[in-house]
């Protein structure tokens, strides 16, 4: 009878303090904070620090895209000659007092960079990386009942510390997760499939519970498999114990029947949801997003998805999202993806940083495959006050972190330890860091760093290599690591390591053939690839030669116009033409695939020219999301679609000669027609990806027509465009969502008399708006624009500008003006729900 009272009393404890939200909630944590730019000398950490002459917004925030364009700026052009600075954010809010007995951490996807946290003036730590994924708990913290005060400094003055546009603020999601006291671990689940057939698979899930009750706790654990119309699939239970103040991790395996397996056409999705239990009573409930797809990387074959071959297409792309900076938005990231799909782009390399959650859960649901990268620099600088001042300190918590926040998404295939290392040549500093006691086991063999270094066998770098490939093993035995190297040579010590599951190499084209006669035993992907330079609209004739800028990675290089001509005839010193890459990694079917750099130009690094220009000439989609003409070339080889595309436009001097492509598919020829002449029939001969016409410029009217077998398949035609008389605003989507994030991309042309686009105009265009939304951006991919990129006013150029269209979190219509002087005002409705 003893017992049995005591049972009962224990349950009612239980009933009457837990029963209520037992479950745990995630609540955005991004609206109302407030902001000022500041010197180093502001503490502002403090509860009562008044704040009250701040400025509010709303987060994701990056404060340096708001700037106009400088040359002074210390982050260069090379950084987008944007500045940098030092920010404080200060958010107060309340806390009810049923949440006492809970558990409230506070979540940041990114904060660049050298972020320090204070909750009620209680320091909760600082972390140097910007591209990182941290939290803190705030329990001890808070006043239960009344105001509580977050704040958050962040440190970007010390410039340059990047060789691309960085972005400053708390530029990506913050939310308050409050959970029970018993409760799944951040990113606490790991969820693998080792055993995939056509009637059944296997899925494995570890699971981390923590319990920060007073006793050990029995805890049920309860996984439940979903399809994508959410019906149950499968579920196991089970328990474990927990000691107090302790995480322990449980291991359960579901049965999945005819398994829909995840792949690039069809990226089904299930879903884990993880429930504990004390007594019966549920604690937590925590989603995990999982796809069930096998792979392997063959020497000989490349990449193999579900037992097909497959060719990794692939783009990389820096976080930038062109006139928002690097504030993240999911639409903005999706319109990318969308952009990219479109031109038969698979794979996705994350240059050269932990990307943002919303980019890895698109990739997901849209399909890609994504090689997710971690680092820009080990110890070797890249510029002066860079990640390698913190490496020594950080990089296995940072490259932890990292792994175990993304180890869940399907799309993630590959881990990438760095990008063109320094450590690549030479010996590395001499630093303090954890290699197990120079100890390192690779393939189950101890390797005695000391003898190795002794002997000449193994050097400092290669010790490194293995000691980071280690960490990431420890955190996902499931995935190969590489490395993206332009050190390219049998002696780079990264390679020596014999650490890396994939051979990795930036550029060096000519060496792809001959790869496997050199590591017989490793497969090989192509990390980075071509560097060829396009200004959308821009031409240089004749075509037929390849301007190489500049001549040496090391020279400076000018030209008058600052830009770069839109043929495929313009590269780096150190890359390749788009067609010539695309032939060599085509022909070998040992290269699993590539990364091209870039799928769009991003802010900063205008290589070849350097200020007034301040964003990149490599993308193949311009900054604003304007397609080059190359964008077709790889729509003709990449996808199933019909392509026809000729360029350029037809608008030049009497007297100019000027070379008129096409890239085309599905035919066996193309005539091209100059006012209803034939100039010709052209065919592709031998491995070439494009036809060419060399024609004396005549106004008019230039039409292509491809045809099979003597059959049309497709015609498209130029026109010669006269002056101005309308403007044209195209929505890339008429109905958003009133959630204070959505977004309408606009984009505006000029048409002529008889409705066709100018293809020259540069006239300047004036937005307002009305209703429930304002102008996040304006854009037209001019590498040499200065206005400020939030500026409701740009300039067409080369016949196009967009503006950027954000609801405020209110149901409605926007009303987007458009005016041009001399034109009449031009308005496009958005409805908002």
Not at 168 to 183: C, D, E, K, M
Not at 185 to 213: E, H, R, Y
Not at 472 to 481: F, L, N, Q
Not at 667 to 672: G, T
């Amino acid at each position: 009878m003893k017992i049995i009272k005591f049972t009962v009393v224990l349950l009612l404890f239980f009933s009457t303090n837990l029963i209520a939200k037992n479950t745990r909630e995630v609540e955005d944590f991004n609206k109302d904070w407030k902001f000022i730019l500041a010197d180093s000398t502001l503490k502002a950490s403090a509860k009562t620090f008044d704040d009250s002459s701040w400025r509010m917004l709303n987060l994701p925030h990056d404060w340096s895209i708001e700037s106009d364009f400088g040359k002074d700026f210390p982050a260069s052009a090379g950084g987008g000659a944007l500045p940098g600075g030092l920010g404080w954010y200060r958010k107060t809010f309340m806390v009810d007092r049923s949440l006492r007995k809970r558990k409230i951490f506070i979540e940041f996807d990114g904060v660049y960079r050298n972020s320090e946290v204070w909750i009620n003036g209680n320091y909760l730590g600082k972390r140097p990386n910007g591209y990182i994924s941290f939290g803190y708990e705030l329990t001890p913290f808070l006043k239960f009942g009344s105001n509580n005060v977050i704040a958050v400094k962040v440190d970007n003055l010390n410039q340059p510390n990047s060789r691309w546009y960085s972005g400053s603020g708390i530029y990506r999601n913050v939310r308050l997760v409050i959970t029970h006291p018993v409760y799944v671990d951040k990113w606490g689940t790991f969820v693998t499939t080792p055993l995939i057939n056509c009637d059944s698979a296997v899925i494995s899930i570890q699971t981390t519970v923590t319990n920060t009750m007073k006793f050990a706790q029995s805890v049920g654990v309860a996984q439940s498999l979903y399809d994508a119309n959410n019906q149950l699939v499968s579920t196991i239970t089970g328990a474990l114990m927990v000691d107090t103040g302790s995480s322990n991790k449980y291991l359960q395996n579901l049965v999945v029947k005819m398994p829909h397996l995840w792949n690039l056409e069809d990226p089904y999705l299930y879903k884990i949801v993880t429930r504990l239990n004390i007594f019966g009573i549920q604690t937590d409930e925590y989603e995990t997003t999982v796809g069930i797809r096998s792979f392997t990387f063959d020497v000989n074959k490349g990449f193999f998805l579900n037992g097909k071959p497959v060719k990794i297409n692939g783009v990389c792309d820096h976080h930038d999202l062109g006139a928002l900076g690097v504030a993240v938005n999911e639409r903005a990231i999706q319109r990318q993806l969308e952009i990219l799909k479109g031109m038969g782009v698979n794979g996705i390399r994350t240059s050269h940083n932990p990307p943002a959650p919303e980019l890895l859960d698109l990739c997901d649901r849209m399909g890609f495959v994504v090689m997710d990268e971690a680092f820009d620099m080990w110890l070797k600088k890249k510029t002066t006050y860079d990640y390698a001042s913190d490496f020594e300190k950080w990089h296995e918590r940072d490259l932890k972190d990292q792994i175990t926040r993304d180890r869940n998404h399907p799309s993630v295939f590959i881990w990438s330890i760095g990008n063109e290392v320094g450590e690549q040549w030479g010996d590395t500093p001499a630093v303090d860091v954890d290699l197990q006691q120079a100890n390192i086991v690779l393939n189950n063999k101890k390797v005695n760093e000391t003898e190795d270094v002794k002997l000449g066998r193994l050097g400092k770098n290669a010790i490194l290599t293995r000691h980071l490939v280690d960490i990431t093993k420890s955190v996902d035995p499931t995935r190969p690591v590489t490395a993206a190297c332009n050190g390219t040579d049998d002696n780079n010590p990264l390679f020596q390591s014999g650490a890396l599951d994939l051979i990795g190499f930036n550029y060096h084209d000519s060496e792809f053939a001959g790869i496997t006669k050199r590591y017989p035993t490793t497969p090989f992907i192509v990390t980075e690839s071509v560097s060829s330079l396009q200004t959308r609209g821009y031409y240089v004739n004749p075509s037929d030669s390849v301007i190489i800028a500049p001549k040496r990675w090391d020279k400076p290089y000018t030209n008058a116009t600052n830009q770069c001509s839109a043929y495929d005839n313009s590269r780096a010193p150190w890359g390749s033409t788009h067609e010539n890459n695309l032939r060599i990694v085509d022909k070998y079917d040992h290269i699993a695939g590539q990364f091209i750099w870039t799928g769009f130009d991003y802010l900063g690094e205008p290589t070849p020219y350097w200020w007034p220009s301040r964003s990149s000439f490599f993308g193949i989609v311009d900054l604003a999301g304007f397609p080059k003409d190359v964008y077709y070339l790889y729509q003709s080889e990449w996808t199933n679609k019909d392509v026809l595309h000729i360029f350029p436009h037809w608008n030049w001097n009497v007297g100019d000669t000027i070379d008129v492509w096409a890239y085309y598919n599905h035919a066996d020829e193309v005539e091209l027609y100059l006012n209803g002449v034939s100039l010709g029939k052209r065919s592709k001969q031998g491995d070439a990806m494009h036809v060419m016409w060399r024609v004396p410029y005549v106004p008019g009217t230039l039409k292509a027509v491809s045809r099979k077998a003597g059959k049309e398949v497709l015609n498209k035609e130029i026109k010669t465009v006269g002056q101005p008389m309308s403007v044209r605003l195209t929505a890339d989507r008429m109905t958003i969502k009133a959630d204070g994030q959505d977004l309408s991309f606009v984009t505006v042309e000029l048409l002529d008399k008889d409705g066709n686009a100018s293809p020259i105009a540069n006239q300047l265009v004036k937005f307002s708006v009305d209703g429930n939304g304002f102008i996040a951006g304006t854009d037209n991919g001019d590498q040499n624009d200065h206005v400020s990129l939030k500026k409701p006013d740009r300039h067409l150029f080369y016949g196009k500008c967009l503006a950027i269209v954000q609801n405020n979190g209110k149901a409605g219509n926007i009303v987007l003006k458009a005016s041009v002087e001399g034109l009449p005002t031009q308005q496009v409705e958005i409805t908002c729900k």
